[in-house]
T-cell receptor
Framework: AQKVTQAQTEISVVEKEDVTLDCVYETRDTTYYLFWYKQPPSGELVFLIRRNSFDEQNEISGRYSWNFQKSTSSFNFTITASQVVDSAVYFCALTPGMGPNAGKSTFGDGTTLTVKP | EAQVTQNPRYLITVTGKKLTVTCSQNMNHEYMSWYRQDPGLGLRQIYYSMNVEVTDKGDVPEGYKVSRKEKRNFPLILESPSPNQTSLYFC?????????????FGPGTRLTVL
């Protein structure tokens, strides 16, 4: 069975601080995909990034960056110079890459980030 | 506009009264799925469908039924709702069967079972 753990239930920072959201996963699949989704206070779920199990290259998109380390089964998400608009619940998710289990998606419990002005 | 729609958005019902939450996508996606979101429990997968007439259980299927008679629709059926099914429900779809595709989510349906 696969599992995703987001140990930080809630994080509160002041605007312009950097913040890292942790995600640790467990899976027996050799091919899998990791995702981050954002759920702002309005409630919709928005895709942020995808990473496959063979690509450990870190990625940066503006103020967002992601660090994938297969050795520690982690896929952490860093927001640099946080802004109030970053306040949201962030979910990390895992999906097997292929086969019948490719339909199963496992989400972490989410981390609620509050950025105060 | 590419989207996943759910109806109703809000529903208050009583124990035992059968209900259906509809989900429709206009992106011609193969894969659709239902999740429930509860405080502190994240999103948990109820059922998913890899194609028309092909459905499979997720992690929390008890008390729910689904059907996939058409590619675009994936209704969630609660035959006899109970208070522990009070939750926020999301329908999602993705382009392909491989796990590499991101999911597109509907706006959510908030269900209260009294």
């Amino acid at each position: 069975a696969q599992k995703v753990t987001q140990a930080q239930t809630e994080i509160s920072v002041v605007e312009k601080e950097d913040v890292t959201l942790d995600c640790v996963y467990e899976t027996r699949d050799t091919t899998y995909y990791l995702f981050w989704y954002k759920q702002p206070p309005s409630g919709e779920l928005v895709f942020l990034i995808r990473r496959n199990s063979f690509d450990e290259q870190n990625e940066i998109s503006g103020r967002y960056s992601w660090n994938f380390q297969k050795s520690t089964s982690s896929f952490n998400f860093t927001i640099t110079a946080s802004q109030v608009v970053d306040s949201a619940v962030y979910f990390c998710a895992l999906t097997p890459g292929m086969g019948p289990n490719a339909g199963k998606s496992t989400f972490g419990d989410g981390t609620t980030l509050t950025v105060k002005p | 506009e590419a989207q996943v729609t759910q109806n109703p958005r809000y529903l208050i019902t009583v124990t035992g009264k059968k209900l259906t939450v509809t989900c429709s996508q206009n992106m011609n996606h193969e894969y659709m799925s239902w999740y429930r979101q509860d405080p502190g429990l994240g999103l948990r997968q109820i059922y998913y469908s890899m194609n028309v007439e092909v459905t499979d259980k997720g992690d929390v299927p008890e008390g729910y039924k689904v059907s996939r008679k058409e590619k675009r629709n994936f209704p969630l059926i609660l035959e006899s709702p109970s208070p522990n099914q009070t939750s926020l429900y999301f329908c999602a779809s993705r382009q392909g069967l491989a796990g590499s595709y991101e999911q597109f989510f509907g706006p959510g349906t908030r269900l209260t079972v009294l």
